[in-house]
């Protein structure tokens, strides 16, 4: 039995690697692919949101008062004082300028005898700018912080967290990990199954298509050792291509996610950590190819298998999308009975280093059975000839 199973794995298999396109565009193509476009994003969105260092920020100012003129200078701002507020408003619109601020007539005599428990006579700071440009957005950020904690000096009673101690007793890893347990699991689990669906249609109504299953048939082994083959040899395959769209993921992400922002970047997992997200993707790849073999075996060529399959792809994005809810990986066990959900969580877990290990053995055992329980349903396809020899 053992021998005819590893006959069909290793046909599976020279058929694969045969095929030097199928390798390229299933196991390099996407790693590749994912690093490229994350990175592309990554440089996208950090132009979008930061503004050079050395960039000089042009502000028109009305009435401003000399008691704060060298401190918002020091915000790296070119000021020019103006009293034509409609043409800095028209040059702001325009992107020519980045920011005007108008401040009332005497503001400092008015803030010194203001009635601070009276909002209404509380002298209004105006300022203008264009949210479209990134770099007036930035000047009007700086600059509504600067007047925030001027006016906590002039009105000051009580300080927050005033001193250099570090209050938010979260570390870096904890911030990374949570950062990536919310998005890798989702990434993961469209990565592994568009995997999946390269490969598993064409292992079995590629060869429907073909009339090559009819062959394979009548040959002296057994229906269920060839379910095995097919499947084992699929997901194998399927697994290098997910271990590929995860690596890519891997060395991208914290370039799209900001590496230069302090506690983002990619947290430092164990080996054990690995290992078992290793074990868990494998039994979902099981799951997974399992479900569209299933599916493949009742159509009768690769494009209709995969119009088949494309209702259950949603089912597992959904799925994926969970572990974006919540505050992390659910501590029941119950939950890990449901098959690939019990997945999604678990990589929830490891990747947020709060994983508990009883429900990734439950998620392990829970998806390998429901593999098997599938591969006996395809074994009662292959002895169908209804099914397999349908026109």
């Not at 021998?3 to 193509?29: A, H, P, Q, Y």
């Not at 690596?247 to 992400?253: H, R």
Request: glycine content about 6%.
């Amino acid at each position: 039995m053992r021998s005819n199973i590893v006959t069909i794995i290793r046909k599976e298999f020279s058929k694969f690697f045969g095929d030097k396109r199928m390798v390229f565009t299933t196991l390099i193509l996407p790693g590749l692919m994912i690093f490229l476009l994350y990175s592309l994003m990554g440089d996208a969105i950090k132009s979008f949101t930061t503004v050079d260092k050395s960039y000089v920020y042009q502000v028109y100012v009305s009435n401003m008062p000399d008691s704060i003129r060298n401190d918002v200078g020091a915000l790296n701002f070119h000021i020019t004082d103006t009293t034509d507020i409609e043409a800095a408003k028209s040059d702001i619109a325009e992107k020519e300028a980045d920011m005007l601020i108008v401040f009332p007539r005497n503001f400092d005599a008015d803030v010194e005898s203001g009635d601070v428990s009276d909002a209404q006579k509380a002298p209004n700071v105006r300022i203008y700018y264009n949210s479209t440009s990134t770099e007036s957005a930035n000047a009007y950020s700086m600059m509504q912080d600067y007047l925030a904690e001027y006016e906590s000096r002039l009105t000051n009673r009580f300080d927050i967290n005033h001193d250099e101690e570090k209050y938010d007793l979260a570390s870096d890893k904890d911030i990374s990990g949570q950062i990536y347990s919310t998005m890798l699991p989702m990434l993961m689990m469209i990565f592994l199954f568009s995997g999946c669906l390269g490969i598993a249609p064409e292992s079995i109504a590629g060869e429907k298509e073909r009339g090559t299953i009819a062959t394979l048939l009548v040959t002296p082994i057994k229906r269920s050792e060839l379910a095995a083959g097919k499947i084992i040899s699929v997901s194998a395959l399927a697994l290098l291509s997910g271990i590929s769209s995860f690596a890519g993921t891997m060395l991208a992400l914290p370039k799209l996610m900001g590496a230069d922002v302090q506690g983002i970047g990619a947290p430092a997992y164990s080996a054990a950590d690995y290992l078992l997200l290793l074990a868990v993707i494998l039994t979902s790849i099981l799951v997974i190819v399992s479900l569209i073999s299933v599916v493949s075996a009742f159509a009768k060529t690769v494009k209709e298998a995969t119009t088949f399959v494309m209702p259950l792809m949603v089912v597992v994005m959904l799925i994926g999308v969970t572990a974006m809810f919540g505050s992390g990986a659910p501590a029941d066990t119950v939950w890990y009975l449901i098959p690939l959900y019990n997945s999604v969580q678990c990589m929830n877990g490891i990747f947020s280093f709060a994983y508990q290990p009883v429900n990734i053995a439950v998620s392990l055992a829970v998806n390998t059975a429901v593999a098997a329980l599938l591969m006996v349903v395809l074994t009662k396809m292959f002895n169908s000839e209804k099914v397999m020899f349908s026109k």
